[in-house]
DNA sequence: GCCGGCATTTTGTGATCACAATCAGGGCAT
DNA sequence: ATGCCCTGATTGTGATCACAAAATGCCGGC
């Protein structure tokens, strides 16, 4: 075969970078069980692409820790020890209501009409047993309060704690569903409108650690 | 030219992480100034190896955010806003005291005496003005006790910070180069061995913002 | 029935190439 | 003198290949 390209836009999206985009969403949603294993050569296939793209996507994932390579290179989604999830449960509880916290001078009636839609499609996910779903859902509320406090690097952090947790949140989630709904975004949204910034803080810390106390099993 | 290699042992080090470490070792010290330019072709001449393993190396850096590409897929390293640098310090100043405080349960008299070893190393760079030097000498003293946390994930994160923050901070070293030698890390010291924990947060604390103060120009 | 060793297959690594987009520089017109 | 365009050089992207190491499957021996 030649070396024929179709085409070679350059600037919109290159083919690695839509790579590594549905793949970290995978990750980041608990689309992938944990120990699931890749290769670049199947990803390539997928997406359609040569191993090029898919390695170059599989080692930005690596570098952000939503990947691991064994010591033979092999690539698969981490199985986290308990001590691990431990402590990215407790980065969420530092950063995020720090975060939360920056948001709420510039949170106006908008954004929190937008929250409480995020929190009915959250709802209907729960009804749904729909774990990915929920994950989904949870995880936009965050971040869409998060982009309120203008701090890319910070929420960028915190969004690699996410990808981190992924593949595990998936298990933890769809064993503990209850019908519970979110009720500590309840308490978010309250402190928001009250402009109750300790408030605010503990709630989010509430409902970030909430999900740790469910993994002494 | 035929397609043959020397050897190809994959378990040591491979290529590319060779020149990743120390890439992230130049960057992180100080060793290149913010929007200094890099080429793929050139890393691999200066390492004596092909575009891919560059490749890999640089596209791990971005991730972790050492590099940035231009729009064009140019890459350099950051030049960090003020509000970047606000960010970046305010994240130190979470994580940090938290590493410190889980570290202070484990920190023997022999840690406390490689850390004033550190310190020594570190007081002598400054008396030779050796920017470098100091900012090896003073990430290789909190790494040193923030190692005793356990805390792999964390540390993790705080090193890429430091990471982000490494050209920058070249050459805000470099200008306050005053004799102050190390005055909080003294104070860590003292708090370390008294088993005072609020003290070593607020030790940890002021020695992480102190570099901070001195961005406002 | 189970386990150890061998051959085949799979898989990541690194080199090399074609290509398009961008950049840098000089020369020309105004 | 200054602004603009055109050309050549530089640079990242993706494809393809050779290779070695690890994984897999198979078979025979016990």
Chains 1, 2 share one sequence.
């Not at 390209?5 to 949603?29: C, D, G, N, V």
């Not at 992938?32 to 390539?44: C, F, H, I, N, Q």
């Not at 409480?116 to 499609?121: A, E, K």
């Amino acid at each position: 075969m030649t070396n024929r390209k179709p085409s070679q836009s350059r600037s919109p999206e290159a083919a690695h970078e839509q790579l590594y985009r549905t793949l970290r969403s995978r990750i980041m949603y608990g689309e992938l069980p944990p120990g699931e294993s890749l290769t670049l050569r199947g990803l390539g296939r997928e997406f359609g692409v040569s191993m090029t793209p898919a390695r170059e996507a599989v080692r930005r994932l690596v570098a952000e820790g939503a990947l691991t390579l064994s010591a033979s290179g092999r690539i698969s989604t981490p199985e986290l020890s308990s001590e691990r999830i431990e402590e990215l449960a407790c980065l969420r509880a530092l950063l995020e209501p720090e975060l939360s916290s920056r948001a709420l001078p510039r949170a106006h009636a908008a954004l929190i009409e937008r929250l409480q839609l995020i929190n009915q499609s959250l709802s209907e996910a729960v009804n749904r047993q729909d774990s990915v779903g929920y994950l989904r859902s949870n995880l936009e509320f965050h971040r869409t309060l998060y982009l309120r406090a203008q701090a890319p690097a910070m929420l960028a952090m915190v969004e690699t704690v996410w990808l981190q947790m992924g593949p595990s949140m998936r298990l933890l989630y769809s064993r503990l569903q209850r019908r519970e709904a979110p009720r500590h975004h309840r308490m978010i949204l309250a402190a928001l409108r009250a402009g109750d910034e300790p408030g605010l803080r503990l709630a989010v810390r509430a409902d970030v650690t909430r999900g740790l106390r469910m993994l002494a099993s």
